[in-house]
């Protein structure tokens, strides 16, 4: 089981970006599905989740900017990111659980003037 995220790049404050997580080996439909995030010098956090019957939930750094969805025929999900700030700068890692937790890879994202 794989997860390979994709996306990420050099952003000015105030631009959008549009991660991708695409899952192969195994289906997530019906799981929960998440994306982290770490900055350097700091842990790993929370961003943002999606259960198989698409209920959402957000921190509150990013709540009313990223928006999380999922495309279950696909087996991908997607982080729309807007406005974003320079404190958005990090790793983004996307992470499904099947019982099981599943890292991908992570996809930087930069956000600089």
């Known amino acids: 089981v794989q997860l390979q995220a994709c996306g990420g790049g050099s952003v000015q404050p105030g631009g959008s970006l549009r991660l991708s997580c695409a899952a192969s080996?195994?289906?997530?439909?019906?799981?929960?599905m998440g994306w982290y995030r770490q900055a350097p010098g700091n842990e790993r956090e929370w961003v943002a989740t999606?259960?198989?019957?698409?209920?959402?939930n957000y921190s509150d750094s990013v709540k009313g900017r990223f928006t999380i969805s999922r495309d279950v025929a696909k087996n991908t999900v997607y982080l729309q990111m807007n406005s974003l700030k320079s404190e958005d700068t990090a790793v983004y890692y996307c992470r499904g659980n099947r019982g099981r937790i599943y890292w991908g890879k992570g996809t930087l994202v930069t956000v600089s003037s």
């Open positions: 999606i259960t198989g019957a698409g209920t959402t």
């Open positions: 080996g195994a289906s997530f439909r019906g799981n929960v």
